[in-house]
């Protein structure tokens, strides 16, 4: 990444603050660090953190809490929250529970996967970090020569599939309803059906097929589309 990203590491044991600081910052980001659930909301107004790894107890107000109040929020909403909990303990409820966290990793963890989790996270929103070009799986595609590979394979697109792809790889993994996809690949003023969406990602599946591999874009029944 060009530019370092800028983390905020919200836990309160001391130590688990210290290793994560530790290696972060190896990785390439900018750590800022709090110890307590209401310092963590406010250091999210003031620094404007790219990403937030939040530890789920924690002192004066839960990480729940705090996620929850950040995903209510629209001027906060999009920021990734990467959640850590014990295991045993909370490992379960967070699965169950919508906390609206985008990624939760449960302890002990090994550094390694989280950092490559934080990677992730980060890539989904700041793509343009990583030189405009998105890579999901085995797919590439690099917004500055508007070219896609697959596999090391160019892949054909014409426009309309082109913007479909790009959507769908900025944010991997979201559900796409087809109005989203109106919307974003064809403009709101436009009249176009919600059935032109299914041709289009019909093309674009077989486009993805022909240059190999299986078909990356899972239809969410009765809600739209996802990729990866
Ligand atoms: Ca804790």
Sequence with gaps: MSVPARLLLVEDEPAQREVLVYNLTADGHEVITADNGED??????????????????????????????LKMRPETRAIPIVMLSARGEEGDRVRGLE??????????????????????????????????VLEVGD????????????????????????????????????????????DRVW???????????????????????EAGGDDPIRTVRGTGYSLG
């Design 99 to 132: 906390t609206g966290a985008d990624d939760y990793v449960v302890k002990p963890f090994s550094v390694a996967e989280l950092l490559a989790r934080v990677r992730v996270q980060l890539r989904r929103v700041r793509p343009s970090t990583v030189g405009a």
């Design 40 to 69: 963590a909301l406010l250091l999210v107004e003031e620094e404007r953190p790219d990403l937030v790894i939040l530890d789920w107890m924690l002192p004066r107000l839960s990480g729940i809490e705090v996620c929850r109040r």
């Design 187 to 209: 403009g709101r003023d436009i009249y176009v059906d919600a059935r032109t969406v299914d041709v289009h990602v019909g093309r674009l599946r077989k486009a993805l097929t």
């Design 139 to 182: 797919l590439v595609l690099d917004a500055e020569s508007h070219r896609v590979h697959r596999a090391g394979v160019a892949v054909k697109l014409a426009p309309t599939e082109y913007r479909l792809l790009s959507a769908f790889m900025e944010r991997a993994g979201r559900v796409w309803t087809r109005e989203a996809l109106l």
